[in-house]
């Protein structure tokens, strides 16, 4: 008798532990003994139910962190789907945001979301890359000028509202290539759509620099150098130089201007004589960065992925971008 009451109650606290997940994913971390341990926890931002992020996971834990994966962060002002998608009456043909749901995204009315649960207990985020951004969340919206490529209205409400969270909280975060262009645009910058077309528009040739172009054999990140603009930064503490080569670059898009915002401009790329802004950060919140280029990837390639010879950029100051990100989660925690 004994025994069958004893199982009856931890079948019952395996079920409460489990819908407890299921509201905060922060409680699996501190299952696991993040709360024992003082490690932080470290959210990667939500893209897909299917995502498979095992490998950000890692090179988060290398930098000493707790990772989980967020939610998705929904607006109840925006019409879903059963699967979570947006329904087709908020979006464009194209897949962008309609200006209406946009602009109640834009308005950052947090208690119209679940964003606060899905933050619940976590003390930094990682915001990933991806898709193209619907140009309808601009402060200045305009068309779609992406040249035709995909735009993703679904996970651009939960990255905006995401990070707009975490700016109004002054909640460390990280983001890189779509993290920090989203950063920009949350922020008010001018945004390019296509760099193809604005070097066109500036009368240079554009060489593929941050991207390799469609059908390139064995197509994978392209690899440049990013310089540094100013010491006084949170990039220049990571780096430790004015220079960081080879980095892992993967975009068509990018901040064109931070004027008017609160951001600064950390690093660049000038090929051709065009210029790329290749880092932001808000000097005003506790770690509030962006970087267009990936430094997971190397730090993937040599810790998740058995490959270090690969790694071209610097691993130990990739991984340092995320043990920055863990050393300031761990300064907000206390």
Known sequence: MKNSIRKRMVTFILMVAMVLCMVSPAFAAKMAGAT??????IGISWKANTQNYEKFKKVIEAAGG???ELKQVKSKEVIYNKDGSVNAKCVTSSGMLRQYYANKIKSRNYAQTNVAE???????VFLTGGEDISPSLFKIPQEEANCGEAINATRDISD???WAYCIDKNIPALGVCRGEQMLGIVSGCKFTQDIPTYYAKNGAQYNDTHRMPVGTKNRTYARHDVELTTMNSHLYKIVGSMTLKNVSSWHHQAIFSIYGTDLIQTAKTTANGVDIIEGVENPNKIFCVGVQFHPENDCSLAIAQGKPEAALCNVDTCLNFFKTLVKYAAQAKK
């Open 160 to 162: 905006y509202t995401l």
């Open 36 to 41: 024992d341990t003082g490690k932080p926890i």
């Open 118 to 124: 899905v933050m619940k207990g976590v003390d930094a």
């Open 66 to 68: 707790i990772p989980v």
